[in-house]
């Protein structure tokens, strides 16, 4: 039985670069008529209460969304704010019309905001709470929607990916986001990717990672290049650290074996990316990191590839 919940995390700044490179490549891939299979492998509960008891438990969010939308709302007219901080804030504004940050959209209230009525989202979620949760939250937006065109399956996204690939309009974009609880997650994701590109090379794949101290973790997004090189796919990789975070308790969190400080880095490798992500990136991850950065060692970058 797993045990991660995705509400102690939701809006922390691993959710800020995701979701905002998500709603990026989106918009972008948007810019065509033809309809787009989107698919969310590792779903999670879907919407987030900011003031409930997990959220401010782990304050992750405090630190992510919070900080960001603090900043964003100090920021002078007289400097716009970069393009994707701007339409990932105008996304979250939207989740709280009164101005006060209460709900947080996790990846399927994202993509499920944005569907157009040629698009059909597939969306698994493994753990029993949190898929009874996004299963209300998919009955509210299909009644919404004029076009339900929303499917949640209680299933392992791993497994499922397989056969809704190649979609017939041959247009799509895959988040493969697991919760990496299960060391065996690492060669399932490269796994995943491998099958999916032999039967889809030209779909967008949105792969989110931990930078930790992990021997898998590191080798990650390594043979998610090779794969991509192998592909002959052109590839980009993202990376937000926020920096160590002082901890009063630090030598007796260490003494107990865990990390210090929570997670100070993440990563996103995106195969296929739009080629205005890159830009857009360079552009909002200074900013970004400005308004999220919480100490010594903080950082960004993007390198790509062009295939
Ligand atoms: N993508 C979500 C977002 O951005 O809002 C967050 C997802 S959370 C990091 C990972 C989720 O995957 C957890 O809710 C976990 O229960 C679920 N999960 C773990 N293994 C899974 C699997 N093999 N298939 C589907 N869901 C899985």
Known sequence: ?????????????????????LLATLRHLHTKEGGLRLVDTHAGAGLYRLDHEQARTSGEAAHGVGALWDAATRASAAAPLPDAVQDYLGCLRSFNPDGTLLHYPGSPALLQALLRPQDRL???????????????????WRQRTPHPAIELRRDNGFDGLRALLPPPT?????????????????????????DALARFAVGCYLVWYPVIGRTEAHQLPRRLRALAQRAQRPWLQAELNVGARPDPQ????AARGRPVGGLRASG??????????????RAALPWVLAALRQGTGADWRVATHEG
């Open 170 to 194: 041959r247009r799509g974009l895959v988040l493969i986001d697991p919760s990496y609880e299960l060391k065996t997650d690492y060669a399932c994701v490269a796994a995943t990717v491998a």
């Open 1 to 21: 039985m797993f045990s991660y919940r995705h509400a102690f995390h939701a809006g922390n700044h691993a959710d800020v670069l995701k979701h905002m490179a």
């Open 268 to 281: 996103l490798f995106v195969i296929n990316p739009p080629y205005t992500l890159a830009a857009q990136l």
């Open 122 to 140: 597939t969306l698994f979620e493994l753990h029993p709470t949190d898929g009874r949760l996004l299963d209300r939250a998919v009955r509210a």
């Open 250 to 253: 630090a030598k007796a969190t």
